[in-house]
C-alpha cells in the first residue's frame, strides 16, 4: 500500500517547485506533451503524484528524468501552474534521494551554506599555495594530479553508489526482474543518451539547444581528456595546444550563451533558474575561461610574474570537481543517461 506524505507539497518548493494547487488536472499539459503516448504521461502523472503526496512513487519513477524540459506544457498551461518547473524540481528532489552523502539536499536548500562551502573551498586553496610558497612548478604537478585523483575518487565514493541507488530505487524495489544479458544490450542505449542527448531533439524547437548541448557535452568531454591525460599545461605538442584552445573556447562561448538566456528569461526554460542552475553555468564558463587563459598565459610566458591565473583556474577546478560535479546540477547529466538506460532495460522484464 503506497505512503502518502501530506507534507511533500511542500517540501517540493524548496527545490523550486510553485504552487501545486493551482493544477486542476485538466490533462493539457499532456495533450501538448511530445513525449506523451498511450503508455507514458507527460507531465500529468508526475503532478498528480505531487500534489497528494505520493513521495514513494516519486521516488521509484524514471519519468522526471525522461522531461528535457520544452516548456511547451508551462506554456499551454490555462492555470500557470508551471508542470515543466515541477519536473526540474523533481529533479533536484530525486538527486538528494539518490545521494548517500545527504550533501546534495543541503546544498540546494540553502544558499548561504553553498556560497559558504565555495568560500571554504577557495581560502584552503589559498592556504594550500601559501604553504608551497606558491611554487609553479609544484602547485601545477599537484593540480594535474588532483583532477586525476577527482575524477576517480568522485566516481568511485560517490557517483557510482548513487547510480547503484538509482538502480535499486527504479527497478529492483518495484520489483522488475529484469535478466542479466538485457543490460549488455541496453548499454548503448546508456552511451548514446550520455554523449548526445538525443532525446532532447523530440521537444519541438530544440533542435538548435540540442545543438548547443552536444557541442558542450563534446567539448567538455575532449577538455577533460585533453587536461586530463594528455597533460595540456605542460605539453609541447602545438596539436594538443590547439586542441585544447578549441575546446576551451567552445566552453566558455556555449556557457555565456547560456547565462545570457538566463538572464533575458525569453524561453520558457530560462524563467524560474535556481541557484544550482547558476552555480553550473557559472561555474563551468569560468572553468573553461581560466583553462584557455592559463594555457594562453604560458605560451606568452607570463605565467611566472601572472602566477595568480593558474591559482584562480585551480580554485574553479576544485569547486567545480568536490561541489558541482558530485552534488550539483551536473550529476543531473548522468542520472539523465541512466534513466534513459533503465527505461530501455525495463522492457526486458520478466
Not at 583556474?313 to 560535479?325: D, P
Request: aromatic share 16%.
Amino acid at each position: 500500500m503506497a505512503r502518502i506524505n501530506p507534507n511533500f507539497a511542500g517540501e517540493l518548493k524548496k527545490y523550486g517547485v510553485l504552487d501545486l494547487n493551482a493544477c486542476y488536472n485538466c490533462g493539457n499539459c499532456t495533450a501538448v506533451c511530445s513525449l506523451s503516448t498511450e503508455e507514458e504521461s507527460f507531465p500529468r502523472e508526475m503532478v498528480r503524484y505531487s500534489v497528494v503526496g505520493a513521495e514513494s512513487q516519486i521516488r521509484s519513477s524514471l519519468k522526471p528524468w525522461l522531461c528535457y524540459y520544452c516548456g511547451e506544457c508551462s506554456d499551454t498551461c490555462p492555470q500557470e501552474a508551471d508542470p515543466g518547473t515541477l519536473m526540474m524540481g523533481l529533479r533536484r528532489y530525486l538527486t538528494t534521494v539518490y545521494d548517500w552523502t545527504g550533501l546534495s539536499g543541503l546544498l540546494y536548500r540553502s544558499i548561504p551554506l553553498s556560497i559558504l562551502v565555495f568560500v571554504i573551498t577557495g581560502l584552503l586553496i589559498i592556504l594550500f599555495g601559501i604553504i608551497k610558497n606558491f611554487n609553479q612548478e609544484i602547485l601545477m604537478h599537484q593540480g594535474h594530479l588532483f583532477e586525476m585523483l577527482a575524477i576517480a575518487g568522485v566516481f568511485a565514493f560517490i557517483l557510482l553508489p548513487n547510480i547503484i541507488h538509482m538502480w535499486y530505487l527504479t527497478l529492483v524495489r518495484p520489483g522488475y526482474k529484469i535478466p542479466i544479458l538485457a543490460y549488455l544490450k541496453g548499454t548503448g542505449e546508456l552511451f548514446i543518451h550520455m554523449f548526445t542527448q538525443k532525446r532532447t531533439r523530440d521537444c519541438e524547437d530544440s533542435r538548435i539547444r540540442w545543438l548547443e548541448h552536444l557541442v558542450l557535452v563534446i567539448a567538455y568531454l575532449s577538455l577533460l581528456f585533453t587536461t586530463v591525460v594528455l597533460n595540456w599545461f605542460s605539453t609541447n605538442s602545438l596539436f594538443i595546444i590547439v586542441l585544447g584552445y578549441i575546446e576551451s573556447a567552445l566552453i566558455f562561448i556555449l556557457t555565456f550563451d547560456f547565462v545570457l538566456s538566463r538572464i533575458r528569461k525569453r524561453k520558457q526554460v530560462s524563467k524560474h533558474s535556481q541557484p544550482s542552475d547558476w552555480f553550473f553555468v557559472i561555474w563551468l564558463f569560468l572553468l573553461g575561461i581560466s583553462s584557455f587563459l592559463v594555457r594562453l598565459f604560458i605560451d606568452l610566458n607570463l605565467i611566472e610574474t601572472n602566477f595568480w591565473m593558474y591559482m584562480v583556474h585551480l580554485i574553479v577546478l576544485v569547486q567545480w570537481a568536490l561541489i558541482i560535479v558530485p552534488f550539483g546540477k551536473w550529476t543531473h547529466f548522468l542520472y539523465r543517461s541512466f534513466a534513459m538506460y533503465f527505461q530501455k532495460i525495463k522492457n526486458y522484464s520478466a
